[in-house]
């Protein structure tokens, strides 16, 4: 079983920026597919980030240019979105989230939130304007 712990959500004024860690532990396989949602009020769930186990990283359109997921080298099972001028739509509860392993590698890359089988309790971001 995997246990996925997200930190480091908080108020932040638009403009401002946050930086949002999730550490997996537990069993997690060498291919292991990563990947950042969030959810709004009101809203279904959204992809915002992805990342495989080489570095390869996909990004949702929404927070191009704002947000970077990385992943720790020495710790590959622990990644970071970092959140640069935030806006008030990108107000929501972000969740980390670990991919099925039987999905197919290509699939992964969609971030849709059924093929993800893991998933944190999520931090809270609230973009005051």
């Known amino acids: 079983q995997v246990q996925l712990v997200e930190s480091g959500g908080g108020s932040v004024q638009a403009g401002g920026s946050l930086r949002l860690s999730c550490a997996a532990s537990?069993?997690?396989?060498?291919?292991?597919?990563m990947a950042w949602f969030r959810q709004a009020p009101g809203k279904e769930r959204e992809g915002v980030a992805g990342?495989?186990?080489?570095?390869?990283?996909?990004y949702a359109d929404s927070v191009k240019g704002r947000f970077t997921i990385s992943r720790d080298n020495d710790a590959k099972n622990t990644v970071y979105l970092q959140m640069n001028s935030l806006k008030p739509e990108d107000t929501a509860m972000y969740y980390c989230?670990?991919?099925?392993?039987?999905?197919?590698?290509?699939?992964?890359?969609?971030?849709?939130?059924?093929?993800?089988?893991?998933w944190g309790q999520g931090t809270q971001v609230p973009v005051s304007s």
């Open positions: 537990g069993y997690t396989y060498s291919d292991c597919f």
């Open positions: 990342i495989d186990s080489d570095g390869a990283i996909r």
């Open positions: 989230a670990v991919a099925y392993r039987q999905v197919p590698i290509a699939f992964r890359w969609r971030l849709r939130s059924a093929d993800f089988g893991y």
